[in-house]
């Protein structure tokens, strides 16, 4: 406006903005000139939780499972939980190594034989192995690939 001599002239054109601005703000448009408010916001990426990705593994091989073995699975659920209970809800892909050794080694503080362990350790390598499958993914390689099995005293 500075490039108009006529204070007369400035003030028209000054209102002949005013005007379409607060148009533009009545219209619900805003000012922004680096496209910020413009770009679209990114899709909520699905984490699922550690429990519900429980919860789908036991249910869709639940055909295939003696009662042996869904009660084992309900046992090590119960202890994984107790477990994992500082942590809050862990997303799947959270679960690293250094938590399946930590199960690991509070399973070692209960009064359990290794043999109990070793069959509550396979549970979370079974859930793990599970979900490095193609399709169902969460991880490449298992968090608990690396972990051991506890000696156990062979029977005479």
């Known amino acids: 406006f ?17 005007d379409f601005i607060n148009g533009q703000l009545a219209a ?10 413009s770009r679209p916001t990114p899709a909520p990426v699905y984490a699922p939780t550690l429990a519900a990705d429980y919860a789908a593994m036991v249910e869709q091989k639940a055909a295939t499972l003696s009662e042996e073995t869904t009660a084992l699975y ?30 690991q080694d509070y399973l070692l503080k209960l009064n359990l034989s290794n043999k109990t362990r ?5 549970c979370l390598k079974a859930l793990c192995n599970y979900y490095t499958r193609p399709g169902r ?3 490449a ?15 005479p």
């Open 2 to 18: 500075n490039n108009i001599p006529d204070a007369k002239q400035r003030l028209k054109e000054a209102r002949k903005w005013e």
């Open 74 to 103: 309900a046992t090590f659920w119960l202890h994984w939980q107790n477990y994992a209970a500082p942590f809050g809800a862990l997303h799947t892909a959270e679960l690293t190594p250094a938590l399946c050794l930590g199960y």
């Open 137 to 139: 993914a969460r991880w």
């Open 118 to 122: 070793n069959n509550y350790v396979g």
């Open 141 to 155: 390689v298992s968090p608990a690939k690396d972990i051991e099995n506890l000696p156990v005293e062979s029977e």
């Open 28 to 37: 619900g448009k805003v000012y922004d000139p680096d496209g910020i408010l």
